[in-house]
C-alpha cells in the first residue's frame, strides 16, 4: 500500500523511507480548521502551517511581522483538523535567532501548546547549533535554503538564490551542515532546477522543493497560490489548480444580488 493511501500518522520515519522509495513527498500550507480538514483528507503528506500565514491571511506585506502566538493560534486550529498529515509549525521572525533558550523554548511551544510534530527554520551553518539544541530535544526539525523570504531585505528581493558558482556551493555547503546537525528534511526555495537536484543526490535526508524543480525529493506550496485565493503576486514557480477567488466573489455577488431582490431565502430556507 503506498503511504498515501494509508491512514496512519506520518512520521519523520516515513517521510525518509519516501525518499528511500522514490515515492513523492507531497506538502501544503495550511492555516486554519477547514482548509486543514480538506488538505488532510485529499491525502497531503505534510501540512506546513508557515509563516507565509502573514501574507496570504494576515495581510502583511512580509512575512516578518509575524509572532509567534500568531503562529501558535493557526498551528493550533490546523492541528485539531488533521489527523493523518504530519504539521510542522514554521518559526516565524526572531524567534530562534536572538538566543538558543529562546529558539527552544519557542520550538517547543509548536508541540506542546499547538499540537505540532515538528518545526521549520529557515537559514543554513547560522542555524546548524539550533537545530542541534532542538532535535536533541527531540523535536523534529526541517530545514529551509536557497530563497528564504525572512531575509528578503538581504537579498534586495524575492530573487532566485544559488545561481552563481559560489553561492550555489554555499547552499550544497549548508544542505550538508544541517542534514549533519539533524535535519529531517529540508525545504528548497527558488534555486535552479539542476542545484536543487545535486543537492537532492547529495542528502540522505528528502529535499522538498519549490520552486527548485521536479528532482526534490517533494514539493510544497502555498494553498492560497495554488488555488487561486490571493493574486496580489503570483511566483513563477506557481501552479494555479483553482480560481477559488474568483468563484468566491461570483457566488457573494449572487448572495447579494438574491438579498436584494428578495429571492433568499426560498420556503426551504425558513422555519
Ligand atoms: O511560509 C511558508 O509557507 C514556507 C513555504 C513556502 C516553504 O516557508
Redesign the pocket.
Known sequence: MSTQASMSKVTTAIIRTMKKKGEKIAML?AYDYPTALIVDEAGVDII?V???LGMVVLGYDS?LPVTMDEMIHHTKAVSRAVKRAMVIG?MPFMSYQVSEEDALYNAARFLQEAGAQGV?LEGGREVAEITRRITSAGIPVMG?LGLT?QSVHQFGGYKVQGKEDASAKKIMEDAKILEEAGVFSL?L?CVPATLAKDVSESLVIPTIG?GGGVHCDGQ?L?LHDMLGMFEKFIPKFVKTYAKLNVQMKESVQQYIDEVKRSVFPEKKHSF
Open positions: 500550507t506546513l508557515g509563516d507565509s512575512t514554521d521549520k529551509h523570504p525545504v526555495e519549490i510544497v502555498v
